[in-house]
């Protein structure tokens, strides 16, 4: 399949994940001996589950004591600027990612832990030419709570047509002219790295 629509063979698999063979598929599948393969393939798709599964039972019990205070904010922040955000800006903070969980999430810290409003963020979307404009744009509006009057141009990203990432959003650029949360940001993750990253 991967080769007749000229798609990558991860995107093929993606697609065909939920879909069970039936018995006329089984017995085509079992006079070109391929039947085994793909009975294996589906008990490491089921194990693959079932793992991920545990781990996140596990985390949730890992998080079930956490309490987001103002100063854990600040640092969960700090950490997540430092990973992905822009460290040659003067005076703006900046940071750019691709999914949205990560966007949000540091936008819901900065809140709580700086009192930045959502308001107060500006936004670029990066798309690539087979995107909407339009439709990206209110997709990332929505899931961050940032208004559409706040969002610059659309950067448009070359793309050879080659290949399409299906369900990719763009990327989103956050900007936030603030020189002291920038400080803090940076100050905040400078204190921790020279204590924690010092080899005992």
């Not at 079992?30 to 294996?40: D, I, S, V």
């Not at 822009?86 to 940071?95: A, D, I, P, T």
């Not at 899931?143 to 080659?162: L, M, Q, V």
Request: aromatic residues 10%.
């Amino acid at each position: 399949m991967a080769e007749k629509l000229d798609i990558a063979k991860s995107t093929a698999s993606l697609w065909l994940r939920e879909i069970h063979l039936g018995d006329g598929a089984r017995e085509r599948l079992r006079e070109r001996k391929l039947l085994g393969y793909y009975k294996q393939t589906l008990r490491r798709q089921e194990k693959k589950i079932a793992e991920e599964q545990l781990y996140r039972i596990k985390a949730r019990s890992v998080l079930k004591n956490v309490t987001i205070s103002s100063s854990t904010a600040k640092f969960l922040a700090a950490v997540i600027f430092w990973c992905e955000g822009s460290k040659n800006e003067r005076g703006s903070v900046r940071l750019i990612n691709s999914d949205p969980n990560v966007i949000s999430s540091f936008l819901y810290l900065a809140k709580r832990g700086f009192g930045v409003p959502r308001n107060r963020w500006k936004a670029r979307v990066h798309l690539h030419e087979y995107h909407s404009d339009r439709k990206q744009k209110q997709f990332w509006a929505n899931r961050t709570g940032i208004p559409i009057k706040n969002f610059y141009r659309s950067y448009r990203k070359p793309n050879t047509g080659k290949r399409k990432r299906e369900n990719y959003p763009g990327c989103l650029a956050l900007t936030c002219h603030n020189g002291n949360f920038l400080k803090e940001l940076k100050s905040i993750w400078g204190v921790f790295s020279e204590t924690a990253g010092r080899v005992r």
